[in-house]
């Protein structure tokens, strides 16, 4: 059993300019390079094809259906184009009917003779992009390639997000191709996760859910998550997912109806019932650069990763949990956290938990740092079952002594986390 003390006593002991046109409904290419700033509208349509470089800047507030880029339309040269939402910017897809964002789109002729480049770059730096349900599953995808008949389509297309925020009320698929009985598309798209907070909220009812690389609509699908640092929570999801730069899994306890959050009570869980089926075991890998934080607000409402399949009449077992031996776990209190000593949450549950590549057991949760964020508690950590299953359990052990407090504030050692074992 390992023992968990404050952060705190564990340090101390061991903007663009705007100017440009408006939007007008449903706004089909541009002759200039844009920069949109500065006025507000309420477009019940939205923006079907971005042909030029724009930026959304200081001041942009819009709220629209949907937004994509057209990858190429009949003989046309298909060129790249950069979109990028700097701070000060928000934009709502939902206002009207289902939301959803399309990185790049093809359904034309020739559209796969143009380069090898991405068609659409999409560049969150600052901004806030909001995905709504309203009724329906809001989706974003990153690279759509359909057919129309006549040749091949391509679609490609990059989405990075390096600061701000995506909420996406539905699910991401990073590639769809859908063929047609005499020809193939191909769809090609890469989501990078750099810095900010992404969230994916699809619902359990959803048919689709969370983040996949391809959408499964038979052409060929590449898609491409690189997970390399922000924040990102995911309610429900169907594929593996390695957090092995430096991000930081949340969780959320999301309410769609009022887009408002709770304090704690977040989950990320498994539904293979769901569209693209999960058939084999999954994995969650958090590299020792990683993390995970879970907030905490009492007993009964707290972030958990639940690894396995909620779906009752599942045979799929075997869904991991692949810990790195110095990865960390942030134990975040609400402000208003309240615990009685011995009481005990499940923060981690899998079928299969590993520690530095061995199976968990109290001998290797010391290779796992847990800080404790605002405020001074103490837990034990430990590793045992919950319904047949692995779990990561915390034990809460009271807040410490005050003359214990006193000595660890008097000494100069630094140190990440108290390995004091019971």
């Not at 991000?247 to 309410?255: E, S």
């Not at 949990?321 to 000593?341: K, N, Q, R, W």
Request: aromatic share 8%; with cysteine; net charge negative.
């Amino acid at each position: 059993m390992k023992k968990i003390i404050p952060f705190l006593l564990a340090l101390l002991s061991g903007c663009a300019v705007a100017f440009g046109a408006d939007l007008t409904s449903n706004q089909n290419g541009y002759a200039t390079d844009a920069i949109w700033g500065g006025t507000n509208i309420n477009n019940g349509d939205g923006l079907s094809s971005i042909a030029n470089n724009v930026t959304f800047s200081t001041g942009a507030d819009y709220s629209l259906t949907y937004m994509r880029s057209r990858a190429a339309r009949g003989n046309d040269t298909a060129t790249a184009v950069d979109i990028k939402f700097l701070a000060g910017s928000n934009i709502t897809l939902g206002t009207t009917g289902t939301g959803w964002w399309v990185g790049a789109y093809s359904n034309w002729s020739n559209a796969a003779t143009y380069g090898s480049g991405n068609l659409a770059n999409y560049i969150v730096d600052g901004g806030n992009i909001t995905l709504k349900n309203n009724g329906g599953s809001a989706y974003l995808i990153v690279a759509q390639a359909t057919n129309n008949g006549e040749t091949l389509g391509h679609a490609m297309a990059t989405l990075s997000i390096n600061s701000g925020t995506v909420l996406n009320e539905g699910y991401i698929a990073l590639s769809s191709a859908t063929n047609n009985s005499s020809y193939t598309t191909t769809a090609s798209g890469t989501l990078n996760l750099n810095g900010g907070t992404l969230y994916v909220l699809s619902a359990r009812g959803d048919k689709q859910v969370g983040i996949r690389l391809a959408a499964g609509n038979g052409g060929v699908e590449n898609g491409v998550f690189n997970w390399n640092g922000g924040n990102l929570a995911v309610s429900r999801q169907v594929e593996s997912l390695s957090n092995t730069g430096s991000g930081n899994l949340i969780f959320a306890n999301y309410n769609t109806a009022n887009g408002t959050f709770a304090k704690a009570g977040g989950t990320t869980a498994l539904y293979s019932n769901n569209r693209a089926n999960f058939s084999s075991a999954l994995t969650y890998t958090q590299g020792a650069g990683a993390s995970m934080t879970v907030n905490i607000q009492n007993a009964a409402s707290y972030d958990r990763l639940e690894w396995y399949d909620h779906v009752s009449t599942s045979t799929v077992g075997g869904n991991t949990v692949d810990l790195a031996a110095g990865t960390t776990i942030y134990l975040s209190l609400t402000d208003d956290f309240a615990m009685v000593e011995g009481q005990t949450i499940n923060i981690v549950v899998a079928d299969i938990i590993l520690i530095d590549g061995q199976i968990a057991s109290d001998s290797n949760i010391d290779l796992i740092n847990f800080i404790v964020n605002g405020g001074e508690a103490l837990f034990d950590a430990s590793i045992g079952t919950v319904g047949g299953r692995q779990a990561i359990i915390l034990e809460y052990a009271g807040i410490p002594e005050p003359a214990a407090s006193a000595a660890l504030l008097g000494l100069l050692a630094v140190a990440a986390v108290a390995r004091r074992k019971r």
